[in-house]
């Protein structure tokens, strides 16, 4: 076991990046679809937009695959990729607006979990924010625009269990108003990542028109990425 952990720790960056993505993308689309059939069954509005925001993260996932294939590393091949990218994360993100209202406008019981189950959600989400924070640094020092794409959909998914250690906290602190307290925060990020969709469909706009202000990592942007005429 420890020498196929050093292996993969080994690997590639680009390599590492494509088993992991493999299987959370399958996890996604199988996990979102079944939320979404069995909202359906049960007539439950919300569990179908849940199920439909993960399924649009997995298929975001499914985009980068895509695109790495069909680019070969060349940024002008992988812009359309990468706002393609940022309009699925700007509907995920609309989605998961949606099913955030829910606890807006229905508070209810915040679910209680064990010690150690909660210390571990709330480390996974400040290990997931890490993580895609310092990937998308790297991603836009390497210039790499896909990879981009792909660490914004980790932020996203992260703000996502950020939200779920805010209601570990919530519970903890025994706050009143908690439900409708993680709620709006919920909302909030919600709001961060459609802002983060809306980001990359503007750079991508912006590489087009060789726009040196909006990107300052690719200082020829205009013949690197965008049109030469």
């Known amino acids: 076991m420890t020498g196929l952990i050093r292996r993969f720790m080994n690997m590639k960056p680009v390599r590492r990046v494509r088993i992991t993505s493999t299987v959370s993308m399958i996890y996604n689309v199988v996990s979102g679809g079944s939320k979404i059939f069995f909202g359906i069954l049960s007539s439950f509005f919300f569990l179908c937009v849940s199920g439909a925001y993960v399924v649009c993260i997995g298929m975001g996932k499914r985009i980068y695959f895509r695109g790495r294939a069909a680019s070969g590393g060349e940024p002008n091949k992988e812009l359309k990729y990468y706002r393609e990218i940022g309009i699925l ?55 790499d625009l896909l990879m981009e794409g792909l660490k914004f959909i980790n932020l996203a998914t992260s703000f996502a269990a950020a939200v779920t250690a805010e209601a570990v906290l919530l519970t903890w602190l025994g706050a009143e108003n908690a439900p409708f307290v993680n709620g709006v925060f919920g909302l909030l990020l919600g709001i961060a990542s459609a802002g983060t969709g809306i980001y990359m469909i503007c750079k991508a706009a912006a590489l087009r028109r060789g726009c040196r202000l909006m990107c300052p990592e690719f200082p020829d942007g205009r013949e690197q990425c965008g049109k030469s005429k």
Do not use: K
């Open 89 to 143: 994360l700007l509907i995920a993100a609309l989605f998961y607006i949606a099913f955030t209202l829910q606890y807006v406008l229905f508070p209810s019981e915040l679910r209680r979990y064990g010690t150690l189950t909660s210390v571990a959600l709330c480390v996974i989400s400040l290990v997931e924010i890490t993580l895609a924070v310092t990937g998308i640094l790297r991603a836009r020092r390497d210039r």
